[in-house]
């Protein structure tokens, strides 16, 4: 987790470099001594409103890209979210067809923004997916050379085409620094094509790749699929899918075929992100609470070093904030920390997907039954 915030904390710093080289050793210079432009234009009102305007253009073509590459790829586009602006696809009732609707999601896997795709056939590739907002930020590179050599500035006076070249400037700029976080070959706050390279490099996690978009998409349509493909060879994309299957288990009550494949994560000697296995620990700290004792609870619990605890305490989602009420009700019998969790249910359930939502609602609610079981004075409610 340390190494994940301290790769996060360079990207960041890198973006900022980029934006104060640009803007100090070129943009600077170029308008020094210069207080207004063509038509009245203040110097700093015409910059600020540049990147704006060059902001808006880079995160829509980022996500244009990504339909793109999704297409050639041969991907069925369900989602495209630009700056919390989204257009999904839905089945409408009365119809029986699929349509897109206009929305605002509470949340969404990008840092601006995020394109939902979902395999159309078992040879679909997701590389042009990944790349093609690298060949996006080429052409926009080649574009400001071509008008750096053709927009040339005058002996004397402004050239009113300076300012395109400036404003082209900007745009690239913006660019370069959503590549910077978007390739970067680490997962940061969200998935970036960087990492999906680094993992994409092995057949077996395109092929999980894939089956994880198939998971998402049933997800996102509210379509029901009882069993997915489940892989004995763990990766970061693997772990995904065969979580999918573990809360497909727990459905049934299944717990132990749930907890093999939880194990197969925990004891992999794979080199995993930190919230995958960690992820994979709290199923397990999940199942041991409710088909086990206390005991064993407590002792698979002090297994975890401190950023594992605190992701267990503080992240918030409806793993989480599950297995934390039994862990804290059950083993520490602390009722304020049961409910400083459920206070925390609104906002969890806001980030999952209409279909998720019902079921983790209904986990919850069985959540308490087995806790007030299992201590009868807690008083936590939902």
């Not at 973006?15 to 050793?25: C, E, K, P, S």
């Not at 969200?190 to 994409?200: A, K, P, Q």
Request: aromatic residues 14%; charged residues 25%.
């Amino acid at each position: 987790m340390i190494k994940e915030d301290l790769i996060s904390f360079i990207v960041y710093i890198l973006m900022l470099a980029v934006a104060a080289i640009v803007g100090f050793a070129i943009i600077s210079p170029a308008f020094k001594g210069v207080s207004t432009i063509g038509y009245g234009w203040n110097v700093v009102g015409y910059l600020i409103v540049c990147l704006i305007i060059a902001i808006i253009i880079e995160v829509i073509f980022f996500e244009i890209a990504h339909a793109i590459g999704a297409k050639i790829g041969k991907y069925k586009i369900l989602s495209i979210n630009v700056l919390g602006f989204s257009f999904n696809k839905h089945l409408d009732e009365k119809s029986g067809k699929y349509k897109v609707k206009f929305k605002f999601p509470s949340n969404f896997d990008g840092l601006t923004g995020e394109t939902l795709i979902a395999p159309t056939s078992e040879k679909s590739n997701p590389m042009y997916y990944t790349f093609a907002p690298l060949f996006l930020f080429a052409i926009e590179a080649a574009l400001l050379v071509v008008f750096y050599m053709v927009i040339t500035k005058p002996k004397t006076g402004q050239n009113p085409l300076d300012f395109v070249k400036y404003f082209q400037l900007i745009i690239v700029t913006v660019g370069g620094m959503l590549f910077i976080y978007d390739y970067t070959p680490a997962k940061l706050d969200s998935v970036t094509d960087g990492y999906r390279l680094v993992l994409l490099n092995k057949k077996i996690n395109v092929r999980a790749y894939n089956v994880l978009l198939n998971i998402r998409a049933d997800e996102f349509l509210g379509n029901s699929s009882e069993k997915y493909e489940t892989f004995t060879e763990i990766t970061d994309f693997t772990s995904e899918v065969n979580i999918a299957s573990v809360r497909n288990f727990l459905k049934k009550d299944h717990h132990e075929e749930a907890l093999e494949l939880v194990n197969q994560i925990i004891d992999s000697k794979t080199t995993l992100s930190f919230e995958t296995r960690t992820v994979a620990k709290i199923y397990k700290l999940n199942i041991i609470l409710y088909y086990k004792t206390s005991e064993e609870a407590k002792a698979f619990y002090e297994s975890f070093n401190e950023k594992e605890t605190e992701y267990l305490k503080s992240n918030y989602t409806m793993l989480t904030i599950r297995t934390a009420i039994l862990y804290y009700g059950i083993v520490e019998k602390s009722n304020s920390e049961c409910e400083n969790q459920i206070h925390q249910v609104k906002k969890a359930l806001e980030k999952e997907s209409a279909y998720s939502k019902k079921y983790e609602e209904d986990l919850l609610r069985k959540t308490i039954v087995v806790l007030k079981e299992k201590n009868n004075e807690i008083e936590a409610t939902y």
